[in-house]
């Protein structure tokens, strides 16, 4: 079965400082997409990036870097120099591309990032 | 990307009553989803929204308490039904930009619904 894993329930971090968010994932599925995606007070979920299980390239956006390691099942996320404006809730997703392919996500227990100033 | 939006953003409902979530797409899409979030928790896919068929329930959600209407390639609704306060949640619905030949395409989320049951 399909899970997701967010160990990191509350980080709390100073201003400047980095964070990396885990994800660790369960599949049986070889064709997958993970996700991330940012919800803030507001409530309203943001996409921030998706990636296929055939790329293990790391991407960098900005102040924002993915780590996606398929030897481990990890796909992590890490805030350089965070800000305030970082502060929410971030959820890693998965869903299956191969035999079930309902588009269905499985969402992580969600991690909650406070950023200090 | 796409963008979406719910009606009503916020609402409080007395016990026993049933209260209908829009769901608006400012395009065609052939797959909308909607999900529950409760307080404090993560998002539980409630059921998937395919024009023209009928909704697919996940496990623990039948049709009976959340009927869900699909008319339309850019709308739906979610209808919650005979509430209580366990009902209480955010909830999201969210679309498929698009299908790839490779499978599925991103998911984007609406604003969400904010229902307090009394």
């Known amino acids: 079965a399909q899970k997701v894993t967010q160990a990191q329930t509350e980080i709390s971090v100073v201003e400047k400082e980095d964070v990396t968010l885990d994800c660790v994932y369960e599949?049986?599925?070889?064709?997958?997409?993970l996700f991330w995606y940012k919800q803030p007070p507001s409530g309203e979920l943001v996409f921030l990036i998706r990636?296929?299980?055939?790329?293990?390239q790391n991407e960098i956006s900005g102040r924002y870097s993915w780590n996606f390691q398929k030897s481990t099942s990890s796909f992590n996320f890490t805030i350089t120099a965070s800000q305030v404006v970082d502060s929410a809730v971030y959820f890693c997703?998965?869903?299956?591309?191969?035999?079930?392919?309902?588009?269905?996500?499985?969402f992580g227990q969600g991690t909650t990032l406070q950023v200090k100033p | 990307s796409a963008v979406i939006s719910q009606k009503p953003s916020r609402d409080i409902c007395q016990r026993g009553t049933s209260l209908t979530i829009q769901c608006q797409v400012d395009?065609?899409?052939?797959?909308m989803f909607w999900y529950r979030q409760q307080p404090g928790q993560s998002l539980t896919l409630i059921a998937t929204?395919?024009?023209?068929?009928?909704?697919?329930?996940e496990s623990g959600f039948v049709i009976d308490k959340f009927p869900i209407s699909r008319p339309n390639l850019t709308f739906s609704t979610l209808t919650v039904s005979n509430m209580s306060p366990e009902d209480s949640s955010i909830y999201l619905c969210?679309?498929?930009?698009?299908?790839?030949?490779?499978?599925?395409?991103?998911?984007?989320f609406g604003p969400g619904t904010r229902l307090t049951v009394l």
């Open positions: 997703a998965l869903s299956e591309i191969g035999s079930s392919n309902t588009g269905k996500l499985i």
């Open positions: 929204a395919n024009q023209g068929s009928e909704a697919t329930y």
């Open positions: 969210s679309v498929e930009a698009g299908r790839t030949g490779f499978g599925t395409d991103t998911q984007y």
């Open positions: 599949t049986r599925d070889t064709t997958y997409y």
């Open positions: 395009s065609q899409v052939t797959m």
């Open positions: 990636r296929n299980s055939f790329d293990e």
